[in-house]
């Protein structure tokens, strides 16, 4: 059995939650230690369990949390080593361990499979996690869907996939256009419609579950991320994270 949760989950925070029955990991904390632990109290997860944080990159919406929340579970951070190198001394956790992007590592019962992704940070990657022939992505902060995307994408079973920003409203808003131009860029973040294609053509069979993740408070909103993938709802179970509170539970057995 594999259990995902979405503690937090847009531009605003994210952390994502997997685990069994007796380990978990987290995937970034861009929110405090002290939300977080709430939010794993109020949804009836174990902090206890968790063996450890891996942190996708340096942007503060992951890392808000990260040295709190290690040094108080007492729990190792794992980064890339150019991520770590982009943290002051002053914001790095008392136990730090590097990952290195396309090397298989384990993590209490979890095999972490860590990957370069396209956005704009030092070193950023994303993770597929497999516990028990279970593999769950946590795909966020893209700007373009690779060829490592892609192929770790058609061996999961349940996905956070960003789906960040609708393209009408990201040009037609407020954002000056530099800012406009590198969330559209390859080294930004993934559209509605680039998402929903994404999963479409690349999908494996076993893909079950889809979290829409990482919106966008200013140029997405939950209702248009989910009319653009009605047309996937017979092959997927669509699912929706939130940027104020934890999602819903999803169980895999």
């Known amino acids: 059995m594999v259990e995902l949760c979405a503690l937090a989950s847009g531009s605003n925070g994210n952390c994502y939650y997997i685990g069994n029955e007796k380990d978990a990991v987290i995937v ?23 063996r450890g944080i891996f942190v996708s990159h340096e942007h503060s919406d992951h890392i808000r949390g990260v040295r709190v929340l290690s040094n108080r579970l007492g729990i190792p951070a794992w980064f890339s080593q150019g991520t770590l ?57 893209i700007g373009e869907a690779c060829k490592q995307v892609k192929s770790h994408l058609r061996k999961c079973h349940a996905l956070f996939l960003e789906t960040n920003y609708d393209e009408k409203m990201l040009w037609e808003g407020s954002y000056p256009y530099m800012l406009k131009q590198r969330v559209a860029s390859s080294h930004g973040h993934l559209s509605n419609d680039q998402a929903f294609e994404l999963i479409r053509d690349h999908a494996g069979p076993e893909l079950l579950h889809v979290f829409l993740s990482h919106l966008s408070g200013e140029n997405n909103s939950p209702e248009l991320a989910v009319s653009r993938f009605e047309s996937l709802t017979d092959r997927f179970n669509i699912r929706l994270t939130s940027r104020h509170t934890f999602s819903e539970m999803c169980r895999l057995r």
């Open 28 to 50: 970034d904390a861009g929110i405090s230690a002290k939300q977080i632990l709430i939010r794993l109290n109020d949804s009836g997860l174990d902090a206890s369990k968790i």
């Open 85 to 141: 190198n982009k943290l002051p001394e002053t914001e790095q956790p008392e136990k730090t361990s590097i990952f290195i992007p396309g090397k298989a590592l384990k993590c209490g019962s979890f095999t972490i499979h860590p990957f370069i992704k396209n956005h704009d940070a030092a070193e950023p990657c994303s993770f597929r996690i497999e516990h028990d022939d279970w593999h769950v992505g946590v795909f966020t902060d």
